[in-house]
């Protein structure tokens, strides 16, 4: 018997889904680009990392006797284990569900076991309309923050708090402390954390007692900054490291000439609202839901 809210797709069309390839590259590009309904959301790897993987699949239609084009394509992605995120989805039609569904029942069927959760960061309002079919349920809502302005709260943080340039082979010991203080859909894999450091304009770690505790990185455009993580050991919260953090970051910003900010953050996170409302933050009204499928409760 079929459960409510699970995936469902035609078996006919299932038919025209196939794991994509290195040689799908050239069209799943062109797909991109020019499809009607488009999400990427890759974090700081690029589309490309997941071709040949089993969460990445392509639906085609057959143009000739032996010639097909990609009329869809859908990346599920996990960096790191057990939660997972799609990471790309693309359909050609405003009328695409069903290769959509088919997809993502091919997708689904193939799921790696250690993956516990998949979710979907809404930025667009098409996907709304189809996730709820999919399985997928209301599980978080991020919040955008901005700042004009350079100026700092007064803070106080422990004494021997030493924030410095990341060294390269301190990166897995921030990704232990990810999976401390998050829960897995906002950790970040040592791996990610090295490809965020390559794209980086700074990033920064807190030591104390010889130990990293905390850190930040943040990135650049049109003339302002924006904090794309910053994290404390939940042992260490509470003692003005992330202030101390976000001040170091603000300092930066004012060296490069920037003059705004911004940030993102958990609804639900009030610990962090609280920090940035200090050093003068305020939502910009931005939303955006994330969604959710559990492999396990279906």
Same mark, same amino acid.
């Given at each position: ?32 680009? /020019? ?26 239609r057959h143009t000739g006797r032996s010639d ?18 799609v990471r790309v989805a693309v359909v050609d ?23 516990e959760e998949i979710a979907w960061f809404v930025?667009? /309002? ?137 940030? /993102? ?34």
């Open positions: 018997m079929q459960m409510a809210n699970s995936p469902t797709s035609d078996p006919l069309l299932r038919q025209n889904v196939r794991r994509a390839t290195a040689a799908d590259a050239g069209k799943l590009q062109w797909l991109m680009r /020019n499809g009607v309904y488009v999400h990427v959301h890759v974090d700081w790897h690029v589309p490309g990392d997941w071709l040949g993987t089993l969460g990445f699949v392509v639906y085609t097909e084009s990609a009329a869809g394509c859908l990346a599920v992605g996990a960096d790191p284990l057990p939660a997972a995120w039609s405003v009328a695409a569900f069903e290769p959509c569904a088919a997809m993502w029942a091919v997708v689904v069927a193939g799921l790696d076991p250690a993956i930025t667009d /309002n098409w996907p709304l309309h189809w996730l709820d079919r999919l399985g997928l349920e209301p599980s978080s809502t991020v919040l955008t923050l901005q700042k004009e302005g350079l100026s700092m709260a007064p803070y106080m943080s422990p004494r021997g708090l030493d924030i410095r340039p990341v060294l390269v082979e301190e990166l897995p010991a921030l990704a232990e402390i990810e999976a401390a203080a998050f829960e897995p859909r906002w950790r970040h894999s040592a791996q990610s954390l090295y490809l965020a450091w390559r794209q980086s304009i700074s990033f920064d770690v807190a030591v104390l007692d010889g130990q990293p505790v905390g850190f930040q990185f943040s990135t650049g455009g049109g003339g302002g900054a924006h904090l794309a993580r910053m994290t404390v050991s939940p042992e260490q919260q509470g003692q003005g490291i992330g202030a101390a953090l976000l001040a170091r970051a603000l300092d930066g910003y004012g060296r490069r000439k920037l003059r705004h900010v911004t940030l /993102n953050t958990q609804a639900d996170n009030l610990a962090s609202q609280r920090l940035y409302s200090r050093f003068g933050f305020a939502p910009t009204g931005q939303k955006y839901p994330v969604w959710s499928y559990y492999p396990s409760e279906r």
